[in-house]
């Protein structure tokens, strides 16, 4: 099992940044795949970047070139790091990992990207 606690959302302007954190309550050595979703309003919930355990990263085609994501395994954290930020950005974003065969999600954090 893993608790996942996120924060770092909030209100910004539109080509603004924000960093959001995902704070893990056990070691993430061992965990393949660290992932970042979001959901806006009346939207399925999408996959908005992944990194594995060996550091490879993946990105929706949206937000190619303005995210990034990262991992810090001695501190169990999780990072994206949102540049660029379009009001189609906005969102709750989940933090998430599957650890054999169960999906764990965070609580979410709000993304608005607003004028």
């Known amino acids: ?11 910004v302007q539109p080509g603004g940044s924000l960093r959001l954190s995902c704070a893990a309550s056990r070691s993430i050595f061992s965990i393949y795949s660290m992932n970042w979703y979001r959901q806006a309003p009346g939207k ?53 990992v599957n650890i054999e ?3 764990y999600w965070g609580q979410g954090t709000q993304v608005t990207v607003s004028s």
């Open 101 to 103: 065969g169960k999906d």
């Open 1 to 11: 099992q893993v608790q996942l606690v996120e924060s770092g959302g909030g209100l």
């Open 44 to 96: 399925q919930r999408e996959l908005v970047a992944a990194i594995t355990i060996i550091g490879s990263t993946h990105y929706a085609d949206s937000v190619k070139g303005r995210f990034t994501i990262s991992r810090d395994n001695a501190r169990n954290m999780v990072y994206l790091q949102m540049n660029s930020l379009k009001p189609e950005d906005t969102a709750v974003y989940y933090c998430n």
